[in-house]
């Protein structure tokens, strides 16, 4: 699909300086503009690439001035950023906007399903299965028994969402996202052996969640797993039982929380980061890549290490940590010393 500048400045509320014909079809980083193409400048550090750019636009503040010459067509907004970021939300709506039923898929005649759906090829829906208006669910995607997803949500390929999972409106699931599988529940018995506990909670996803591909999020042995409004999850990570997070909480990759803990509201938990079961995370929390959490943590803390210490201390015993061989020599000497 191709627009204009004046039109990609209409949708921006910017103005064009240049030739407001200009076609684009795609888009492309500033230093490997070519033509056809709508690209952007927010860091100075990127400046001297307008000059050499064969971008066909480019977003630009309402600041810039060109100190020589330039063959792309402008488009001067308030943030070039902000604006390109919009322009990616409006490309990518544009590229995911599939309308239809497509076959082979099965659909169980108990399951409702809204206007605008899309449900790709060898998907499956099973009983009492309800889905709101404009939900996209992609190619090879496994949906169970009474599952709920709200409107405008989209199912990457490759998705299974077990029975009795509820996913609000306006979430991504990227591929691979496994919603709803047994938590880890295991009983010792006295033949040296495990008896399974049988898991019959279910997941909630609340509104705007973004799951990276190949994340697990476990149901509860009783109740519910629930994922807040807002939260944002990278890829590859573990979610056990009865776990709670907060609000727009983010949290990188690699991570596994263990059953029944409880994390705050607006949290930033870096990749591989552990957290053991059963401990409550406050609002506001900040834990460094890598780290090991294994109590309670109070609201507004910045914790690393395994396990995590303030990040303060954590710098400071590093300095020592550092120097240790060297510490450890100049104790040998002084010991020397002292006998001699």
């Known amino acids: ?33 070519f033509k056809g193409s709508l690209t952007f400048l927010a860091n100075p550090k ?22 020589s010459a330039i063959e792309t067509t402008l488009i001067k907004v ?9 322009i990616l939300e409006y490309y990518n709506s544009i590229k995911l906007n599939k309308v239809g039923i497509e076959q082979p898929a099965f659909i169980s005649e108990s399951s409702q399903y809204g206007e605008q759906v899309y449900i790709g090829a060898f ?18 995607t496994y949906i169970g028994d009474n599952v709920v997803i709200g409107n405008n949500t989209i199912i990457f390929s490759g998705v299974r969402i077990y029975s009795d999972t509820v996913i ?40 705007y969640v973004d799951i990276g591909a190949a994340t697990t999020i476990d149901r509860a042995t009783l109740g519910s797993t629930i994922i807040h409004e807002g ?29 029944s803990t409880k994390i705050g509201e607006h949290c930033q938990i870096g ?22 959490i294994a109590r309670n943590v109070k609201d507004d803390e910045t ?24 510490i450890v020599k100049n104790i040998n000497d002084l010991e020397k010393n002292k006998w001699e």
């Open 46 to 67: 990127y400046k001297h690439y307008i000059y050499s750019t064969k971008a066909s636009v480019t977003i630009v503040n309402k600041s810039f001035v060109p100190e």
């Open 271 to 292: 990749g591989q980061v552990g957290i053991a079961g059963h401990i409550i995370i406050g609002n506001n929390v900040r834990i460094q890549a890598q780290s090991g």
């Open 1 to 33: 699909m191709k627009f204009t500048a004046q039109q990609i400045a209409g949708i921006l509320e910017g103005d064009v300086v240049g030739n407001p014909n200009a076609e684009v079809s795609k888009l492309s980083k500033i230093e490997e503009g």
């Open 123 to 140: 998907s499956y829906i099973a009983d009492n299965v309800k889905l709101g208006d404009n939900v996209k669910i992609f190619p090879n």
């Open 231 to 259: 939260v944002k999850l990278d890829n590859h990570i573990q979610i056990a039982h009865n776990v709670e997070i907060g609000k727009n909480t983010v949290i990188a990759a690699q991570t596994g929380i263990a059953g």
């Open 303 to 326: 914790l690393q290490g395994s396990p995590a210490i303030a990040l303060t201390d954590y710098n400071k015993a590093y300095v020592h940590f550092k120097n240790l061989p060297k």
């Open 78 to 86: 308030d943030d070039a950023y902000l604006a390109f970021s919009k």
């Open 168 to 207: 609000g409106n306006n979430c991504v699931l990227n591929s691979g996202v496994i919603i709803g599988a047994d938590g880890f529940g295991f009983a010792p018995n006295e033949a040296g052996g495990y008896n399974k506990i049988p898991q019959i909670g279910n997941v909630i996803i609340e509104d």
